[in-house]
């Protein structure tokens, strides 16, 4: 995964969204044998304690629910994750999306960065204190509004693990309840959503080791594309849902990108969803595919 030292200009867009103005030190690269929590927690007694492992989610800012196509909800990912050793992997979802290629739909690369311990107390500065999640409930709800998406936060840092779900998000209406709270969840939100500031700091293309493709029957399914099933050691039955009621329910598999490349489809970093295959037998299905994310194997 590539990752980059941030330049001076990640500093004052956090200093900017946090009550700590200090500038960030320079990143360095994470250490081979990583501890438990950040080092300097236990020589900064106002340092915010937090796993510095690889895979380890420290914050997370995602969406879910709503009225959402299967197929689009099977290439979706988490709009920011930040990692214990300072990776950031994030995607804008208001950035506009790359043209339909025949019934193909692509979805924008993910980005990733790297930051140092300084940048990282900052961003957790900013989602504890003035984004709200420190105090946060678990549920925020808006009878006002029907069929939208769910913002969904994830924390584990400062003696903090939670996972606060707030409903209709930057649709509040008057006199919806907790304005003041749903205000500051809506504030993290556009940071997080924004992190690169619409590309002005510099980031690198995230370019995941393997990737999570969905199949989908399609009976009746009429494309100008459709394309003959394009692996010779894999069959419809290699794609399997969750025995876990919990997990994915989709049909889907763990792809290599040696795998993906055989759909004969470029550019597809981001995923991709609606590709019209036929198996050997000639039955339709419609393929997604979903980067997978540092941790993730299916």
């Known amino acids: 995964m590539a990752s980059l030292l941030l330049t001076p200009a990640l500093a004052v867009l956090f200093a900017a969204c946090s009550a700590a103005g200090a500038s960030p030190a320079p990143a360095s690269p994470a250490p081979s044998a990583a501890p438990s929590v950040a080092p300097s ?127 209709a998000l930057g649709l509040e209406m008057e006199g919806v309840a907790d304005g003041a709270a749903r205000a500051a969840f809506k504030k993290l939100a556009d940071r997080l959503s924004d992190f690169d500031q619409g590309g002005t700091i510099p980031t690198d293309v995230y370019e995941p080791e393997a990737y999570r493709g969905v199949l989908f029957e399609a009976p009746g399914i009429e494309a100008a594309d459709v394309r003959a099933w394009p692996w010779p050691d894999l069959t419809p039955a290699d794609f399997k849902v969750d025995p876990d009621p919990n997990g994915n329910q989709f049909p889907h598999r763990a792809m290599t990108p040696a795998e993906v490349d055989l759909l004969k489809i470029t550019d597809y970093e981001g995923g991709l969803q609606n590709v019209v295959i036929t198996d050997p037998d000639g039955k339709p299905y419609t393929f997604s595919l979903r980067p997978l994310l540092p941790g993730e194997t299916k």
């Open 41 to 167: 927690a236990s020589s900064n007694p106002d340092s915010i304690e937090h796993k510095t492992g690889a895979t380890d989610i420290v914050l997370r800012y995602e969406e879910g629910g709503g009225f959402m196509m299967p197929a689009f909800t099977a290439a979706a990912v988490p709009h920011f994750t930040l990692y214990g050793d300072g990776t950031v992997i994030f995607r804008n979802p208001m950035a506009e999306v790359p043209p339909a290629e025949g019934s193909v739909f692509k979805m924008n690369p993910l980005r990733t960065a790297k930051l140092s311990e300084a940048q990282i107390q900052e961003l957790l500065l900013l989602a504890l204190s003035e984004g709200g999640l420190a105090v946060a409930r678990p549920n925020y709800t808006n009878d006002m509004i029907a069929d939208a998406s769910t913002a969904i936060f994830t924390i584990e840092a400062g003696g903090i693990k939670k996972t606060v779900s707030v409903y």
